[in-house]
């Protein structure tokens, strides 16, 4: 079965790095897109970064552009989120999950459990 | 503020029919592109239930429905149980110049 899961939460000061992971099984990762979601407490759900299925193409949301960078190593079937300058309105819990589609249609049909990332002095 | 547009809060008694709209534009629904939505119960990760519209994945009950018309979507949920009750949102893919998928605000579902 499809198994999402992510790591590397935790609580930084603004301005600190933090790198998150996703581990995958279940299928073959190589062949799907993938995306970072996060949601801040309270809050609704964001796209924060996607990839495509063969790493050739990234797009990041305007509130991390700049800070933030997703990659993917296929061989270990992982996914990760290099998060720099980190600010207080990045405080949220970051999910990752799988793509279906291609931009249209495309959507994300499995999702991780999710790793909280506090940032805060 | 969210491009997609739902509502804050919806209501139902167990065993009433309920909708959620996700009202969009011409950037994102009404330029054709497919909404899907998803259940996020309280302390947990969002769940899939609706795809492309109209499209139900294996294990989501036939209770829920989804449909598109123009540059909105509606989520329907019929014989509402006291387990229904979580957030919803809708998600699109906008293709304006910041071309990205967009979440709607999220909708609360209270089962009175």
């Known amino acids: 079965q499809v198994q999402l899961v992510e790591s590397g939460g935790g609580v930084v000061q603004p301005g600190t790095s933090l790198r998150l992971s996703c581990a995958a099984s279940?299928?073959?990762?190589?062949?799907?897109?993938m995306h970072w979601v996060r949601q801040a407490p309270g809050k609704g759900l964001e796209l924060v970064a996607v990839?495509?299925?063969?790493?050739?193409?990234?797009y990041y949301a305007e509130s991390v552009k700049g800070r933030f960078s997703i990659s993917r190593d296929d061989p270990e079937n992982k996914l990760y989120l290099q998060m720099n300058s980190l600010r207080a309105e990045d405080t949220a819990v970051y999910y990752c999950?799988?793509?279906?589609?291609?931009?249209?249609?495309?959507?994300?049909?499995?999702w991780g459990q999710g790793t909280l990332v506090t940032v805060s002095s | 503020q969210s491009v997609l547009t739902q509502p804050p809060s919806v209501s139902g008694a167990p065993g009433q029919r309920v909708t959620i709209s996700c009202t969009g534009s011409?950037?994102?629904?009404?330029?054709?592109?497919?909404v899907h939505w998803y259940q996020q119960l309280p302390g947990a990760a969002p769940k899939l239930l609706i795809h492309?519209?109209?499209n139900r994945p294996s294990g989501v009950p036939d209770r829920f429905s989804g449909s598109k018309s123009g540059t909105s979507a509606s989520l329907a949920i019929t014989g509402l149980q006291a387990e229904d009750e979580a957030d919803y949102y809708c998600?699109?893919?906008?293709?304006?110049?910041?071309?990205?998928?967009?979440f709607g605000g999220g909708t609360k579902l209270t089962v009175l």
């Open positions: 011409s950037s994102n629904i009404g330029a054709g592109s497919d």
């Open positions: 998600l699109s893919y906008d293709t304006s110049l910041s071309a990205f998928w967009l």
């Open positions: 990839i495509w299925s063969d790493g050739s193409k990234k």
């Open positions: 999950a799988r793509g279906r589609g291609h931009t249209t249609d495309g959507y994300f049909d499995f």
């Open positions: 279940g299928f073959t990762f190589s062949s799907y897109g």
């Open positions: 492309g519209n109209t």
